[in-house]
């Protein structure tokens, strides 16, 4: 399974918003992943509005450090993911440096 979870358009929103950005929530062979976190949070709107439970992501890749990939991680998590990137160095001085538990 994927689903865009925060990207420019939205189409036929029911209830989904768009932004700058991008993170696509992808499911495969029982492991559920997070591909970016898009610009400020739309994620978290259009995951509810999808019935996707953010809490049972094990993995959270992140592809680069821009805003538009990174922005939307929650300050505070309730849950540590177990994080991969891809170009470790392009994150150094990013907002989720300094706010994300990851484990």
Known sequence: ?????SENTVG??????GEWGLSIYIEVNG???LFDTGEC???LNNADVLGINLKS???LV???GHYDH???MIEEPEHAWTLYVREPGDLSGTRWQKSWRVG
């Open 70 to 72: 990174t922005g939307g």
């Open 62 to 64: 992140l592809s680069h």
């Open 57 to 59: 992501v094990e993995a």
């Open 12 to 17: 036929n929103s029911r209830g989904l918003v």
């Open 31 to 33: 492991m559920k992943i």
């Open 41 to 43: 949070g739309g994620l």
């Open 1 to 5: 399974m994927l689903a865009a979870l």
